[in-house]
């Protein structure tokens, strides 16, 4: 069987994608893989390091912005749209697969559609419980929409195809008890709370945390796990201005986690952005959180699947623009020192939680072997 997968821009495009391909290669070990994505973009890097094999079409967003550098971005983007059309009907006609599978981002609306040209089936993933503009744009012309939240159905013409799937997460989350994750990360047994705001880092975030690791660490309260970003290289040097050690006990502060899987397992409460992996991960390990959804971010989605979660009683909310440290200092109280509630919100996620997401979604795939409509 012949598969293109295609989706990018961020992480949450393209790890999905990644998460179904193993399982195709795991249970489908002649299938033939080939990602779709941008010239080195990130889907690049990480499809390489999975060990796919990877191809690229030039693409480029458009612009909201009218004024003249927008103007002139989103001239570039429709001159992009026809070269890349040009190039996917190049590389759908070498490839000749059996079925493609987009799950967001600009680069799969030239594939994707000129797939539907040339009669090849397509089907769609989309993570948000609102849904990005490529994927509501493709819907009409998909063979299948797959959802991660069935609160994203509404956004969708009743003709589609719809089947809620989940979203797939990476094979090793769960694979570590929390009394193993903390042991082999030298935590003591104070409760643990990790904290991140994504690989670029988050301002508000970074300053809210920082007081509520000092607070901890006056108070002799929690373990604290942070990431802090990119872009918060200055993190480290806030904690020493209000007279923490940021190399000190419990405290493991560093700018990117490498080991999410481990260090997720280790936590009792989980401070970050509603991104839809993200939370996806959250039910799957049953981890209480309080969501700080970007405000940054197309259709505000990250708000859309963070209430999801806070409406079934499943995480706790508080929007960028309430955030301080005694806001957050507060919350956190409130949650990792109530047992019962800590318990309540654990069992809501698991309510929530579809943990076989990339076999359904591969059942589906499955389905099209030597079934093109070529």
Not at 28 to 47: F, H, N
Not at 164 to 182: L, Q, Y
Not at 256 to 274: F, K, T, W
Not at 337 to 351: D, F, P, Y
Request: proline share 3%; charged share 30%; with cysteine.
């Amino acid at each position: 069987m012949r598969i293109i997968f295609t989706g990018g821009g961020t992480a949450g495009h393209i790890n999905p994608a990644l998460a179904v391909a193993e399982c195709v290669r795991k249970n489908m070990p002649d299938a033939e893989i080939l990602y779709i994505g941008t010239k080195g973009g990130m889907e690049e890097r990480l499809v390489n390091d999975a060990g796919f094999d990877f191809d690229s079409i030039k693409i480029t967003g458009f612009s909201r912005k009218l004024n003249l550098t927008g103007i002139k971005k989103n001239l570039i983007t429709i001159k992009n749209i026809f070269l890349s059309m040009k190039q996917s009907g190049k590389i759908l006609d070498k490839f000749k697969p059996d079925i493609c599978m987009g799950t967001g981002g600009f680069v799969c609306g030239p594939l994707l559609y000129e797939a539907y040209r040339k009669k090849i089936p397509f089907i769609i993933h989309e993570q948000n419980a609102f849904p990005g503009i490529t994927n509501k744009l493709l819907a009409k012309k998909a063979d299948k929409v797959m959802l991660a939240s069935a609160a994203a159905k509404k956004y969708f013409d009743k003709s589609c195809d719809i089947v809620v799937t989940g979203n797939p997460i990476r094979e090793e989350m769960g694979s570590f008890s929390k009394e193993d994750a903390k042991a082999r990360l030298g935590l003591d047994n104070r409760p643990v709370v990790l904290s991140f705001g994504g690989s670029l880092g988050a301002r508000k975030i970074n300053e809210a945390v920082a007081d509520l690791i000092k607070w901890s660490i006056q108070n002799n309260k929690y373990n604290h796990l942070h990431a802090y970003g990119r872009y918060g290289k200055w993190f480290r040097d806030l904690l020493k201005e209000k007279g923490v050690n940021p190399d000190g006990e419990g405290l493991k502060i560093q700018e990117y986690i490498n080991d999410m899987p481990l260090r997720m397992s280790a936590a009792d409460v989980l401070i970050c952005r509603a991104g839809a992996i993200t939370l996806s991960e959250i039910k799957a390990l049953a981890k209480p959180a309080i969501l700080i959804p970007s405000p940054n971010v197309s259709e505000n989605h990250q708000y859309h699947n963070a209430m999801e979660l806070v409406k079934a009683g499943a995480a706790d909310i508080i929007e960028e623009k309430d955030l301080t440290g005694d806001i957050l200092i507060k919350k956190t109280k409130n949650l990792i020192e109530n047992k019962e509630r800590l318990k309540e919100v654990s069992e809501n996620l698991k309510k929530l939680a579809t943990v076989d997401s990339d076999k359904k979604i591969y059942n589906i795939i499955k389905e099209y072997r030597n079934n093109s409509r070529n």
